[in-house]
C-alpha cells in the first residue's frame, strides 16, 4: 500500500445519506478477484444511464468537482459486506471518505485497503458541504500523524480517531502482512530467547 501522512485536496461532495455498498459497487460488478477496474462502476447505477451515457446532475459527472477525498453523508457503507466498495473508491482516485459515521464493516474494510473513513460532527460536515457548494475549489486538509482535519483559510478544524494500528499502517504503507514482516526481527529476538 502506499504510505499516507498527510492529504491536501478538493473534494467531491456526495451530500447523500444511508449510500450502502450496493449503491456503491452493484452486486452485478463482483465477478473480479484483483482489486482493479471497480473504480469504472463506482455509483454505477447513479453515473450511468441505463445506455452507459453519463447522467449530467449526478455529482461525480460534475467537471466542477475533483479530488481525491469523498465526502459523503451520514451511515455511508451501509448494507452488506463487501470488501469491493473500498476497492472501488480507491480505484477512483479517492484517498479519504468524510462522513459523520460509517459503518463498522465498511470502516474496516476501507482501513484494511489504505483508504481513510474519516469521521466528524454532523456540523463539520455540513460546512464542508456548505463551502464546496459555493467554492468547489475549497481545500480540505487531512493530517493522519496529528489526526485532524481543517478546512483550508478558515478557522475550521476538527480531531478524528483512527484506530493506533491502523494509523501506524497508514503512515508507513503496511498492509497486516507488511506490519509482521516489519517485526520480523523483534520475533526472531523474541523466538531465541524462548528456546
Same mark, same amino acid.
Given at each position: 500500500?502506499? *504510505?499516507?501522512?498527510?492529504?491536501?485536496?478538493?473534494?467531491?461532495?456526495?451530500?447523500?445519506? %444511508? /449510500?450502502?455498498? %450496493?449503491?456503491?459497487?452493484?452486486?452485478? !460488478?463482483? &465477478?473480479?478477484?484483483?482489486?482493479?477496474? !471497480?473504480?469504472?462502476?463506482?455509483?454505477? %447505477?447513479?453515473?450511468?444511464?441505463?445506455?452507459?451515457?453519463? &447522467?449530467?446532475? !449526478? /455529482?461525480?459527472?460534475?467537471?466542477?468537482? &475533483?479530488?481525491?477525498?469523498? /465526502?459523503?453523508? *451520514?451511515?455511508?457503507?451501509?448494507?452488506s459486506s463487501r470488501e469491493h466498495a473500498a476497492w472501488a473508491i480507491l480505484d477512483a482516485g479517492f484517498k479519504v471518505v468524510v462522513s459523520s459515521f460509517f459503518a463498522d464493516i465498511f470502516k474496516n474494510n476501507a482501513l484494511n485497503n489504505g483508504l481513510l473513513p474519516l469521521v466528524v460532527s454532523p456540523a463539520f460536515l455540513s460546512s464542508i458541504f456548505e463551502l464546496t457548494e459555493k467554492d468547489e475549489n475549497t481545500l480540505l486538509i487531512v493530517d493522519i500523524q496529528q489526526q485532524t482535519i481543517s478546512i483550508k483559510d478558515t478557522n475550521l478544524v476538527e480531531s478524528f480517531e483512527i484506530n493506533p494500528y491502523k494509523k501506524t499502517c497508514l503512515i508507513n504503507g503496511f498492509d497486516d502482512i507488511d506490519y509482521l514482516?516489519?517485526? *520480523?526481527?523483534?520475533i526472531e529476538s523474541f523466538e531465541t530467547k524462548r528456546n
Amino acid at each position: 500500500m502506499e *504510505k499516507f501522512i498527510t492529504l491536501q485536496s478538493t473534494c467531491v461532495p456526495l451530500n447523500l445519506e %444511508d /449510500v450502502d455498498t %450496493d449503491q456503491i459497487i452493484p452486486a452485478r !460488478f463482483l &465477478k473480479a478477484t484483483t482489486r482493479e477496474g !471497480f473504480g469504472d462502476n463506482l455509483f454505477r %447505477d447513479w453515473r450511468y444511464n441505463s445506455d452507459n451515457t453519463l &447522467k449530467n446532475d !449526478f /455529482v461525480l459527472n460534475n467537471p466542477r468537482y &475533483k479530488g481525491e477525498i469523498l /465526502v459523503a453523508g *451520514k451511515n455511508f457503507g451501509c448494507g452488506s459486506s463487501r470488501e469491493h466498495a473500498a476497492w472501488a473508491i480507491l480505484d477512483a482516485g479517492f484517498k479519504v471518505v468524510v462522513s459523520s459515521f460509517f459503518a463498522d464493516i465498511f470502516k474496516n474494510n476501507a482501513l484494511n485497503n489504505g483508504l481513510l473513513p474519516l469521521v466528524v460532527s454532523p456540523a463539520f460536515l455540513s460546512s464542508i458541504f456548505e463551502l464546496t457548494e459555493k467554492d468547489e475549489n475549497t481545500l480540505l486538509i487531512v493530517d493522519i500523524q496529528q489526526q485532524t482535519i481543517s478546512i483550508k483559510d478558515t478557522n475550521l478544524v476538527e480531531s478524528f480517531e483512527i484506530n493506533p494500528y491502523k494509523k501506524t499502517c497508514l503512515i508507513n504503507g503496511f498492509d497486516d502482512i507488511d506490519y509482521l514482516l516489519s517485526l *520480523k526481527s523483534e520475533i526472531e529476538s523474541f523466538e531465541t530467547k524462548r528456546n
